[in-house]
């Protein structure tokens, strides 16, 4: 009788089916784990192997799972995920990665520009209500 061995999914694979159990897009969690936000689609599209170090550790908090989770192999099935943290909705984390990647510059002007929005749409708000 033969050994069999088993089948995992490679990591791309992983990291998609964890990111939806735990609700977060590869952006959002990039954000969540500190990097730029396309850090997760590297290591999906193959142009990052395995995260090292700090950053590896920071996207298993993220993940909510062991370091081991990026091991080639790994098949341990994971306790179901816990309401992330962070609290915010995936558009907010869109919404900061789009202001970490301006110029300082243009950042202070951007909130100014949002900030007008937000007091307008109270104003209105408030005359129909």
Do not use: C, Y
């Not at 939806?20 to 599209?45: V, W, Y």
């Not at 908090?61 to 790994?74: I, K, T």
């Not at 179901?80 to 919404?95: C, F, N």
Request: charged share 30%; net charge positive.
């Amino acid at each position: 009788m033969g050994i069999i061995a088993r089948m995992t999914k490679p990591l791309s694979e992983r990291i998609t089916d964890r990111l939806a159990e735990i609700g977060l897009t590869p952006n959002g969690a990039s954000i969540l784990a500190g990097k730029h936000r396309d850090f997760i689609r590297n290591i999906q599209r193959g142009m990052v192997k395995i995260p090292r170090g700090d950053n590896l550790l920071k996207l298993a908090e993220v993940l909510q799972v062991p370091p081991s989770f990026f091991a080639d192999g790994f098949d341990t099935p994971l306790p179901k995920p816990a309401p992330h943290p962070s609290g915010m909705e995936d558009w907010k984390l869109k919404a900061i990665a789009d202001l970490d990647e301006l110029p300082p510059s243009q950042k202070e002007s951007f909130l100014e520009e949002l900030r007008a929005l937000a007091d307008a749409a109270r104003a209105r708000k408030k005359r129909a209500g």
